[in-house]
């Protein structure tokens, strides 16, 4: 299957799991594209100030890749840096939060394996 951008569908997601702000949310991929393994597969866009709130992953898992800019998360109680090119994974029960810091947009990949 090839999707081309103009298919996919843009979602402006406020105050994401008790966080603050809005996030654009571009779908890459619908629920029911991704065969069961997904319940989400998008771009998320986080302006200065931006975040998503702390929440667990169990029995699922979410994938965060940094696609551009910086983006502070909680990684199950430490605080770290992402860039462009980093990747958190969290499952198992552990939780995580993101939030942008800096004074630029920050782009990630959000995916939410089941």
Known sequence: MVKHTQ???TEIKKDL??????IKTLHLLEQGELLGKCSL???MTLLPGVSIGEHPHNPDAEIYYCLSGEITVGDNGEQKILH????????GG???WAKNLSSEPAEMLAIVIL
């Open 7 to 9: 298919d996919m569908r």
């Open 17 to 22: 799991r008790g966080g603050s702000g809005e």
């Open 41 to 43: 597969c998008s771009r």
């Open 84 to 91: 462009a090119g980093d990747i958190m994974f969290t499952g």
């Open 94 to 96: 552990d939780s995580h």
